[in-house]
């Protein structure tokens, strides 16, 4: 079956990086995208970066110039390494694999999340 695992998360100071995995399992990991949403209590998830089957990448806002998503086929693993952390930044990650059409993630399968926590 398809399994999601993401790690990496932590409480780190504004201003501070962390770096989040997910590792994919049960797909063909090359076809497909991955992207990391983020969510807080009371508001829906968003998406913060998706990266395609090409390696093309998409970021939300919010994030450009401070994240950078990125993939190794070869560990079947996604990356989104956090620099300049803010505390808005603080929400729970998952990952979501899927499809990545006219700039939309489609895909049915998430992982667990994990927490980050930004103090100020």
């Known amino acids: 079956q398809v399994q999601l695992v993401e790690s990496g998360g932590g409480l780190v100071q504004a201003g501070g990086s962390l770096r989040l995995s997910c590792v994919v399992s049960?797909?063909?990991?090359?076809?497909?995208?991955v992207a990391w949403y983020r969510q807080t209590p009371g508001k829906q998830r968003e998406l913060v970066a998706a990266?395609?089957?090409?390696?093309?990448?998409n970021y939300a806002d919010s994030v450009k110039g401070r994240f950078t998503i990125s993939r190794d086929n070869a560990k079947n693993t996604v990356y989104l390494q956090m620099n300049s952390l803010k505390s808005e930044d603080t929400a729970v990650y998952y990952c979501?694999?899927?499809?990545?059409?006219?700039?939309?993630?489609?895909?049915?399968?998430w992982g667990q999340g994990t927490q980050v926590t930004v103090s100020s």
């Open positions: 979501k694999t899927g499809v990545w059409v006219l700039g939309r993630m489609y895909g049915d399968y």
């Open positions: 049960g797909v063909i990991f090359s076809s497909k995208a």
């Open positions: 990266i395609a089957s090409d390696g093309s990448e």
